[in-house]
């Protein structure tokens, strides 16, 4: 338990360096959700998950029992009407996506609810 809390305290860390200005939150067991509302553009976005990525990893390598551990992350956007509920449906089908190519990666929601 204590490794698992010492990843998740990390993550948290990491995720608050790369998204300063944005809502992080834990959602339940190993998943976060980054709600950022400034209309920021998606490569943006790409390149600061990204970011988020490398710089998890770099510091979970420090500890040879964490090595192994990454980041799998589920991107969605709203236009118009969206709502919250549908962001995160649309998230974790995303997350579904990126999980199926193994460790590490991140996929945006495309397709419709």
Do not use: W
Request: aromatic share 4%; with cysteine; proline share 2%.
């Amino acid at each position: 338990h204590e490794l698992g809390d010492a990843v998740l305290k990390i993550t948290a860390e990491e995720l608050q360096a790369v998204f300063p200005d944005d809502v992080s939150v834990r959602m339940g067991g190993d998943e976060f959700g980054i709600l950022i509302a400034d209309g920021r553009p998606m490569d943006e976005v790409c390149a600061m998950v990204r970011r988020f990525q490398i710089q998890l990893r770099e510091m979970l390598r420090m500890d040879e029992r964490m090595k192994r551990i990454s980041a799998n992350v589920g991107i969605a956007h709203s236009v118009g009407d969206g709502t919250v509920d549908d962001l995160l449906i649309k998230s974790s089908i995303a997350l579904a996506e990126a999980e199926k190519h193994g460790g590490g990666k991140y996929t945006i929601y495309r397709g419709r609810i």
